[in-house]
């Protein structure tokens, strides 16, 4: 659950939509002043996280949408930092809760690289990866490969991931394997404003979710994150997702 919040700063994939080119390793030189500013960021976050490491489950999240993770990969020298909250009430069982510290970097042209900390019953340190092969083109969608809880005893998550930007919309279409099982990934993003995302997405399986969301963005690089989950079966149960993030340029 909880496999895909990361946005980074929403304008980027704004302007993504509008310049392909300007996505990878480039941008303005941050200044000292906010260079400094973004270390006491991360040294603040880690110190959290670092509270929470002894009690801390769910699984590692790529960049992505609500629930499924995407083609799109962090810029180079971009990190993402997060705290998300999945909450849900299955049927057949009791209610659910999971919290997860979230950290991605953008470590190289095209790959992204994170470890994040679930918080709770089920404490666990989970690692994902992720390299896109292919850029979007006019006629083509952007592809990339990645894994979820890498050598974890949550049992790793291969998947392969596209996307493509329509007229109206960008679509997102694979699969990954859980539970032994190749499950079907689907997922559309609207953008109603450079601060303003609405999304929905849905894996295929009896244990997992149909999302409906929407991302708000506020100054300074943190994003709002709030989705819907509908279960695709009792056994999965409805439910709520809550995704805070700040993310910028580090080097």
């Known amino acids: 659950m909880g496999y895909a919040h990361k946005h980074g700063d929403i304008r980027t994939h704004v302007d993504h939509i509008y310049d392909a080119s300007s996505v990878i390793g480039c941008g303005r030189k941050p200044s000292i002043k906010a260079m400094l500013l973004r270390r006491k960021i991360v040294s603040l976050y880690f110190c959290i996280a670092a509270l929470f490491a002894s009690i801390g489950a769910a699984l590692s999240s790529p960049t992505g949408l609500n629930l499924i993770p995407t083609a799109d990969t962090l810029p180079y020298g971009e990190t993402s930092l997060g705290f998300s909250t999945t909450a849900t009430r299955p049927r057949m069982d009791g209610a659910t809760k999971e919290s997860l510290f979230e950290t991605e970097f953008g470590i ?138 700040w993310g910028g340029q580090l080097w």
């Open 108 to 245: 190289g042209e095209h790959f992204e690289f994170g470890v994040d900390r679930a918080v709770g019953a089920n404490a666990a340190t989970l690692v994902n990866g992720k390299y896109r092969l292919y850029d979007e083109s006019r006629l083509t969608p952007a592809v990339a490969v990645g894994m979820q809880n890498i050598a974890t005893n949550t049992g790793s998550m291969p998947f392969i991931a596209a996307c493509k930007t329509l007229s109206v919309a960008r679509v997102h279409f694979g699969t990954i394997k859980t539970g032994g099982t190749f499950r079907a990934m689907l997922g559309i993003e609207k953008y109603l404003s450079r601060l303003v995302t609405i999304q929905s997405d849905y894996m295929s399986g009896a244990g997992n979710w149909t999302t409906i969301g929407m991302v708000i963005g506020v100054p300074s690089g943190w994003n709002l994150n709030a989705a819907w989950l509908i279960g695709n079966s009792d056994s999965s149960g409805n439910g709520y997702t809550i995704d805070l993030e």
